[in-house]
């Protein structure tokens, strides 16, 4: 008779809707399809998942309510960045004959001290929690990417720069639709839903709801509605250029072996720029892309016309970026190997 599947529950609090959610929601889908694990994502907004995937059978999904006094703990326990257990569900894992795997899924980082604390034990009255950190680097967790995952064939070049538009609130962006406009390649921009489109609604000064077009100059406007994951992704291949932001689609466009620009997720005393500093360290040492991509982020001049002569350079480079960052294998797989090797 074969094992029970593992159970495995995942605790996540939203800060960012769609960041958070879409972390642990890629995570939980791609442990109960590959790995059968019988997986329960708690989380305190559910909202954003019947969003990603509508309909979805595969993950038990809770609303994080209290003190979940009605949850036993599962075999496999992962804290999503740091978001601190209900006190008593952490009583009743210590209450368990065999103590679950406990895990604090952390944060996505390219700075060097990553290496040294991931896998690490921290003791907690009895129990031990690990630090699990996603990276680009070997002795890190990897990146979350499921094993279907396929490249689609590079977009072809048809007279207009085909660019998907996904960002936090940044003043820099009327600058980038000015440049857009008054430039000599004809451009087409994808919106997406929530703050991107908001703000080219403001720059147009006038109604700009899913599915619709705008044209100003040489720049076209297309106004997405909310996607599912999978269509997402799609719109990440089939783009010449992906403007991204914090993690979940800042990976995703790195699969999609396409030039990208990344916003980093705003941080108090300007963090952010420093994680913005370690990724580009890894990725290119090329002066215009660097200074792009920290424009984008608030610090120096935004200078379209340099980046725009990068973008072949970076198309190229794609591929290699990402077989180079999957050698050490996806988040998924290692994280399920760690936990296999202590139940």
Known sequence: MPPPPVRCDIFCRVIDNLGDAGVTWRLSRQLAVEFS????????????????????????????????????????????????LP??????????????????????????WVVGCHGLPSPQ???????????????????LRERDHAVPPAPIFAGSLEISLF????????????????????????VCAGLPRQQVEAWLDETFSAGMTARRGNLTLSALPFLPQPD???????????????????????????PFVWQAYPQAQAG????LDAFLNLYTDDAAVRDFFFAWNGVGSLDWPAFAARL?????????????????????TNLVKFCTARL
């Open 125 to 143: 009255a009895g129990l031990q929690k690990f630090f699990f950190f996603p990276g680009f680097v070997p002795g890190t967790g990897g990146l």
């Open 312 to 332: 072949p350079a970076l198309a190229a480079k794609a591929p290699g970026w990402a077989r180079q960052i999957a050698a050490q294998g996806d988040l998924a």
């Open 232 to 258: 997402y992704d799609a719109l990440l291949g089939r783009c010449h250029l992906n403007f991204v932001r914090g993690e979940d689609s800042f990976v995703r466009a790195q699969w999609a072996e396409r």
């Open 37 to 84: 694990w019988q997986v329960r994502l708690v989380i305190d907004d559910p909202a954003p998942l019947a969003g990603f995937a509508p309909g979805q059978q595969f993950v038990e999904v809770r609303r994080w309510e209290g003190d979940c006094a009605d949850l036993m703990p599962a075999d496999v326990v992962i804290e999503a960045f740091a978001c601190d």
């Open 167 to 190: 960002c936090y609130e940044n003043p820099r962006l009327p600058a980038l639709l000015a440049a857009w406009l008054d430039g000599e390649q004809p451009i087409h921009c994808h």
């Open 87 to 112: 006190p008593r569900y952490v009583e009743a894992m210590r209450a368990r004959a065999r103590p679950p795997v406990w895990l604090n899924l952390e944060y996505l980082s390219a700075e060097d």
């Open 272 to 275: 952010h720029l420093i994680k």
